[in-house]
């Protein structure tokens, strides 16, 4: 029995800067890993949550989800998702994985409460416990409760993050999973590829599949094949071809820069990379700010680049605040002119969600929090609003 794992493809999602290169991107991407599993005659797919960016796909994100599923359908590849964050509407609504299931692409496994399912593949049968994303306790509660499938090959599936990661917000530990009630335990959540064996079970997040940040995007892209087929269960990952790649540049002074930018418009590559730019100097910046965005506008109008981003300390009074193309500095976002007139990013933050009309009730509680226990935060409203 062979299976592909995949997770975090966020369709529709078109970062950064929205554009549409970068949505066509996702899609693309998604598309190899269905020929990849078709390809390698897989018994299924199996996703780990956000399948999608959004709980309200536009029909073009249903066009191209339909499009590549199809050819997984023609050829009887089964595909088994299960919800993550991202998939799930914040009221009540029908999360767009239903609507594949409905037309015959996907098979959900679990969406908003852990299921336990008996799959009959080409290989035989496969029992899945199907874990969707929830808040940290409901997850505790979940793993606690949720009963393992009586078959012979068993795969636990999860959208979650383990506390090992140490990234703030994680939902349980690995021992809290009870992985070696299972052969094979699939991850979604965190975008890196990452796998720990324990005790003969490999733990694996095969990552998002194409990169949404800077973070992601230095970093390369996979999708896992397990083979089922013996006591010994083996993973081999596949390196995807078609994310875009992202370059970071740390350049000491403006000659530096020019160099590395040389040698980026005389490389070929099949997609126009994304270029991040950190200055470590504000005054470096000041001095060469024109140079460096002409530089910058003529590569990516040559099309050797896509998209460019340039941080630097201290620009518009804080740090890490990325200064964008010319033409986009002509129409400031609210968050620009928030952070202009209030100079603090903590209620700067708190400014633009309120007035964008948030209705995340974490954050409702931690506003409320902050005013009534937070004495600086209440001094910097005071003088906020004694500002004539």
Same mark, same amino acid.
Request: hydrophobic share 40%.
């Given at each position: 029995m062979l299976l592909l794992h995949t997770s975090d493809t966020h369709l529709g999602a078109s970062k950064p800067s929205k554009l549409r290169d970068r949505e066509l991107d996702f899609y693309e991407v998604f598309d190899e890993v269905i020929d990849i599993a078709i390809r390698e005659g897989v018994d299924a797919v199996i996703h780990c949550g956000d399948l999608f960016e959004e709980a309200r796909p536009s029909p073009q994100v249903y066009y191209y989800a339909f499009r590549s599923l199809k050819k997984l359908r023609e050829v009887g590849i089964e595909f088994l998702v299960i919800a993550g964050q991202h998939d799930m509407p914040k009221v009540s609504a029908l999360s767009p994985i239903k609507v594949l299931e409905e037309v015959g692409l996907v098979k959900a496994l679990a969406i908003s409460q852990p299921l336990t399912h008996v799959v009959n593949l080409r290989s035989g049968e496969l029992g899945i416990t199907a874990i969707p994303y929830a808040d940290p306790i409901s997850v505790q509660e979940y793993v606690r409760v949720v009963k393992k499938p009586n078959t012979s090959k068993k795969l636990l599936m999860a959208h979650l993050l383990l506390k090992e990661l140490n990234i703030p917000e994680a939902h349980v530990t690995i021992n809290d999973l009870r992985v070696s009630e299972y052969d094979y335990v699939a991850l979604g959540d965190y975008h890196m590829k990452y796998e720990v064996n324990v005790s003969g079970t490999p733990v694996v997040y095969s990552g998002a599949t194409e990169s949404l940040n800077v973070l992601e995007g230095v970093n390369d892209k996979y999708v896992a094949l397990v083979d089922l087929s013996s006591d010994e269960v083996v993973v081999n990952w596949v390196k995807l071809s078609k994310p875009r790649k992202w370059f970071v540049v740390k350049p000491r002074n403006y000659e530096e820069l020019r160099k590395?930018?040389?040698?980026?418009?005389?490389? !070929?590559?099949? !997609?126009?990379?994304?270029?991040?730019?950190?200055?470590?100097? !504000?005054?470096?910046?000041?001095?060469?700010? !024109?140079?460096?965005?002409?530089?910058?506008?003529?590569?990516?109008?040559?099309?050797?680049?896509?998209?460019?981003?340039?941080?630097?300390?201290?620009?518009?009074?804080?740090?890490?605040?990325m200064y964008p193309h010319e033409e986009q500095i002509q129409t400031p976002t609210l968050e620009l002119v928030v952070h202009n007139l209030i100079k603090d990013p903590v209620i700067s933050d708190y400014v633009v969600r309120i007035v964008k009309g948030c209705d995340d009730v974490e954050f409702i509680k931690l506003l409320i929090n902050s005013i009534v226990n937070d004495s600086e935060v209440i001094s910097k409203l005071e003088k906020l609003v004694s500002i004539k």
């Open positions: 590395f930018l040389e040698g980026l418009e005389s490389s !070929k590559f099949s !997609k126009p990379p994304i270029l991040h730019i950190e200055i470590s100097s !504000k005054e470096l910046l000041d001095l060469n700010r !024109k140079l460096i965005v002409n530089l910058l506008s003529s590569l990516r109008d040559k099309g050797k680049i896509l998209t460019y981003r340039v941080e630097a300390p201290g620009f518009l009074e804080e740090g890490d605040v």
